[in-house]
C-alpha cells in the first residue's frame, strides 16, 4: 500500500458532501444527498438497512462511480484523485491481511504513517487488542476484527473518517468503550462520519444526524432540532424517525 499524504485545505475542516445521487441498474439508491459535518463533530447517518447508508459512505470515500455529488472541505472542493489524502473510510465487515497478524497489520499503519509510538499504545487498552496481537486476521472472531479495524482507521491522519457501523459485533462494555473512543477523536479536531443502523447507540454517541430513507434524507440536524422539524414535544430518535418517514 502506498503511503497517503494527509489533505491539508488549511483553515477549520468543515466537510460538505453536494447532492449525491447513485443508481444501480434503474434502481435509485441515492437522490441528491446533501449534508455537512462540522470541525470536531460526530455525525451519524442514521436508517433502516436499505436506505442507502453504505452506498452513501463508498460514494463519498470515491470507491462506487456516481451519476453526481461533490465534496468539499473548508469550503473548497475536493477531486477524486485528492479523496484518499482528505478521509480514510473503513467498511464494515472486510476481513484485510487475512494470513497477517494483528501486529503485523498495526506496525503496518505505524510505519505507513510514521506515527510516534503512543498513538498505537493509547488504543491498546481501550480496544482490549494485546492479547490478539499475535493471531491471524482470519482467525478473528467479528468482534474481535471490528475492534482491529477501529484501531487501524484511529491511527490514520486524514482530516475526516468514515466508520461503517463501528459498534457492529461489539458487546455492550466494549461499545461504550468504543464511543469515548470517537468522542475524544472528535475533541482532538477529527470530524467524524459513522453510519450506525442502531438509533440509541446514534444518540449516544452523535452530535448531528442525518436521517436516510429509501436514499433521500429526510432530516438532518441535532436530536432538539429534528424533534422540532418533527413537531414532537420529546421522544427518541425512533419516535423522530417514523415521524420524518
Given amino acids: 500500500m502506498e503511503r497517503v499524504e494527509p489533505f491539508t485545505g ?26 455537512s459535518a462540522g470541525h470536531g463533530q460526530v455525525l451519524g447517518v442514521i436508517g433502516p438497512n436499505g436506505a442507502g447508508k453504505t452506498t452513501l459512505l463508498e460514494c463519498l470515500a470515491g470507491i462506487l462511480p ?60 481501550p480496544l482490549r487488542l494485546q492479547g490478539l496481537l499475535h493471531s491471524r486476521i482470519g482467525t478473528l472472531s467479528k468482534g474481535e476484527r471490528k475492534r482491529v479495524l477501529l484501531a487501524l482507521a484511529l491511527l490514520t491522519p486524514q482530516p475526516v473518517l468514515l466508520l461503517d457501523e463501528p459498534f457492529d459485533g461489539l458487546d455492550l462494555r466494549q461499545t461504550r468503550g468504543v464511543m469515548q473512543l470517537l468522542r475524544d477523536e472528535a475533541a482532538s479536531g477529527r470530524t467524524l462520519i459513522v453510519s450506525i443502523h442502531q438509533l ?16 433521500r434524507v429526510v432530516g438532518e440536524g ?3 432540532e429534528l424533534q422540532a422539524r418533527a413537531n414532537l414535544a420529546d421522544g427518541g430518535l425512533e419516535e423522530i424517525f417514523l415521524a420524518l418517514t
Fill in 200 to 215: 440509541v447507540d446514534a444518540g449516544r454517541v452523535c452530535d448531528r444526524l442525518v436521517l436516510l430513507s429509501a436514499g
Fill in 66 to 125: 456516481t451519476d453526481s455529488g461533490s465534496v468539499a472541505i473548508d469550503g473548497r472542493g475536493v477531486a477524486r484523485q485528492e479523496l484518499k489524502g482528505a478521509l480514510f473510510y473503513m467498511p464494515d465487515a472486510i476481513n484485510p491481511w487475512a494470513a497477517q497478524t494483528v501486529e503485523w497489520a498495526l506496525s503496518f499503519f505505524v510505519r505507513l504513517y510514521r506515527l510516534p509510538g503512543p498513538m498505537l499504545g493509547r488504543l491498546m487498552e
Fill in 10 to 35: 488549511g483553515g477549520e475542516v468543515v466537510f460538505r458532501a453536494e447532492a449525491f445521487s447513485k443508481r444501480f441498474g434503474s434502481q435509485r439508491v441515492l437522490q441528491d444527498v446533501t449534508f
Fill in 222 to 224: 441535532t436530536i432538539a
